[in-house]
């Protein structure tokens, strides 16, 4: 048999792991049971150097797994069972951690707590306090999600009965790692000073508290309600293989973003949690300094103010009209530009990670329904159903009255249907709202594709809240839709068309003769006109977007001229009434216009301009 190398051999005398122990809580145990230190035991089983005196909590991310396992006798999977490696595809966190060449794994804020977090009584064990080795660190407890014990329905504990002074984040997996053999539920900070039976710590080779943890009141001040502990065992719930992966990822990070926007409109969302949270909460909120309006994304220290948190945030994220709320929470808490909300930050640094229901109901929170162009590269708020070929450049008629027309009364019905078209082609594509109009075909450098002066006010005075969740509705009929118009093939197919001068004689020729002497004009004027409302109907665009290739080719003066009488004919020709002239025109105009739907449909769209 080949010869493992000191530090590879298999340790004597090992330890199976308990159910969901850490790592550094099973180092402790064997290291109490071998009786050395847990550096001196990191350093037997090959994953510290023999200089090293520390360990620190990148341990969970970085264990050489291979090299423990063959030293502690345990399986791969039973060493990757201490760690966070098991959860990299549901916690997010410990991706970005796993990720990053930065090695201390610090930067990522809902990675790590800032001090330990334990309950008593699951260090205290089922036979005692410890005596057989049976009490456990749990993994979890290192998570800023982890906030009390199910089992004995407590809040963790932090710190310790002596009263260390704890000011800055603890960033290793055993404080005092290079100590002697203490008991797994001895405090292993620093000794205090003060203590006249023990000498003062000195780095981190100094010597440790030594407090029993365990004997620590469990109860403390609080205990957790039903609802932190339903919170609580969801949360660990998520952590589970048993849930979908892609979907824990994206829950955990709808809290993260929520649990910020809860801090960054503090006080106005004080109401929304248990009452007993509320003063730690305050405490969190104003040692991160909401004063300033700043962007507020790290999880509290303290276990009570975390369950306040993420408990008003599981329940603010499992309501039914999300949107409403987000936007009121953001109205009332700031009084800019939506799109320049503190919490906005967040949202789009995590955006990607979010799920889709929280994408689409942070829309209206996060934007603002602006006359000017932006150019912002943004990410599909929509992934699914229907694709940005399936919208008209001028949302279908029937489309805004079943969604839209109920809304408060609006004079401004066709800016809707415009600015609905956008918003629809961008959820679905991405990009800025210009793009999207880009790809409408409508002009952005004249903000057709925004909103007049009016509907821009109408707009304010009533907020986007109600019209953004008409839109979704709409939307999800879309998805709906089993075999969805490609409105975009009709757009390639008629670009640059217009009814050549044979066609239009056709069309013109089947027109019933008008008495008298006055006789409609039937030049090319009303030719690009009534070109223009056959484009229209084919691609459900407006006339006002169509080419004008007709026009292109007459003289400066001669455009102008046709410019003033456009309106005027387009008119007639949607509303004809009693003129004869136009009712018959337009009649065969749709005809025409049917007509080129069928050869486009048929794939014959390259024969278009030849037919005019």
């Given amino acids: 048999m080949a010869e493992h190398p000191r530090h590879e051999r298999p340790l004597g005398r090992a330890l199976d792991p308990l159910p969901d122990e850490s790592l550094g809580g099973y180092l402790l145990r064997l290291a109490h049971r071998l009786r050395i230190s847990p550096i ?12 090293e005196t520390a360990l620190g909590r990148r341990l969970l991310l970085d264990l050489d797994v291979d090299r423990f396992a063959r030293a502690t006798r345990l399986t791969e999977d039973e060493t990757a069972g201490l760690t966070f490696l098991p959860w990299q595809g549901r916690y997010p966190s410990i991706a970005r951690a796993l990720s990053t060449p930065d090695r201390r794994g610090t930067r990522e804020d809902w990675l790590f707590n800032d001090f330990p977090r334990y309950c008593p009584q699951c260090l205290a064990g089922d036979s ?55 008991h797994p539920g001895q405090c292993r900070l620093p000794a205090l000073s003060d203590d006249p039976d023990t000498a003062p710590g000195r780095g981190r080779t100094g010597r440790s508290c030594g407090a029993r943890l365990e004997r620590r009141d469990p109860a403390g001040p609080l205990r957790p309600g039903t609802s932190m502990l339903k919170t609580q065992r969801d949360l660990l719930d998520l952590l589970s293989p ?10 955990f990070t709808d809290l993260r973003v929520i649990t910020s926007l809860l801090c960054t409109t503090w006080p106005n969302s004080r109401d929304m949690l248990d009452p007993r949270a509320r003063e730690a909460v305050d405490e969190h909120v104003q040692a991160l300094g909401a004063g300033g309006k700043q962007a507020l994304d790290r999880p509290p220290r303290d276990a009570i103010a975390t369950a306040g948190l993420l408990t008003a945030a599981s329940a603010l994220l499992d309501a039914p009209d999300l949107d409403e709320v987000l936007a009121r929470h953001t109205r009332d808490a700031w009084d800019g530009r939506p799109s320049r909300t503190p919490w906005t930050q967040v949202f789009d640094r995590h955006r990607l990670s979010c799920s889709e229901r929280m994408r689409q109901a942070a829309a209206p929170s996060t934007r603002s329904y602006r006359r000017t162009s932006t150019r912002g590269t943004r990410v599909p708020d929509r992934t699914d159903g229907y694709r940005p070929e399936n919208v008209p450049a001028l949302m279908e008629r029937d489309w805004f009255d079943k969604h839209l027309a109920l809304l408060e009364p609006c004079p401004y019905a066709k800016s809707m249907r415009r600015l609905g078209a956008v918003l629809l082609v961008q959820w679905a594509a991405g ?11 409508i002009n952005p450098k004249g903000g057709q594709y925004s909103t007049t002066t009016g509907f821009h006010r109408w707009m304010h005075d009533h907020g986007s809240t109600d019209f953004t969740r008409a839109l979704r509705n709409l939307a999800c009929d879309l998805d709906a839709i089993t075999a969805p118009i490609n409105y975009r093939r009709g757009r390639e197919a008629l670009h640059n068309w217009a009814l050549t001068r044979d066609t239009w004689l056709e069309i013109t020729s089947c027109l019933p003769p008008v008495p008298g002497h006055v006789q409609p004009n039937l030049d090319d004027r009303k030719r690009q006109e009534a070109s223009a409302f056959v484009w229209a109907q084919v691609t459900r665009g407006e006339p006002l977007f169509a080419p004008r290739t007709i026009e292109a080719e007459q003289p400066e003066e001669l455009r102008r001229a046709w410019l003033n009488q456009r309106s005027s004919t387009w008119g007639k020709l949607a509303r004809p009434g009693r003129i004869h002239h136009f009712t018959a025109l337009r009649g065969l105009l749709l005809q025409h216009a049917e007509h080129l739907i069928r050869k486009i449909d048929s794939g014959q ?8």
């Fill in 128 to 182: 005692g306090p410890l005596r057989q080795h049976d009490g456990i660190w749990k993994t979890t407890w290192h998570l800023p999600i982890t906030f009390a014990c199910p089992i004995h329905e407590v809040f963790l504990q932090h710190g310790c009965p002596q009263g260390h002074e704890l000011q800055r984040t603890l960033p290793h997996l055993i404080a005092q790692a290079a100590d002697g053999p203490l």
């Fill in 605 to 612: 769209a390259d024969s278009c301009s030849s037919c005019g």
């Fill in 242 to 251: 048993g849930r979908p992966a892609e979907e824990s990822s994206s829950r």
């Fill in 431 to 441: 990009g800025a709202m210009g793009d999207a109009a880009d790809y409408l075909g």
């Fill in 40 to 51: 001196r035991l990191a350093r037997l089983t090959g994953i510290k150097g023999p200089t």
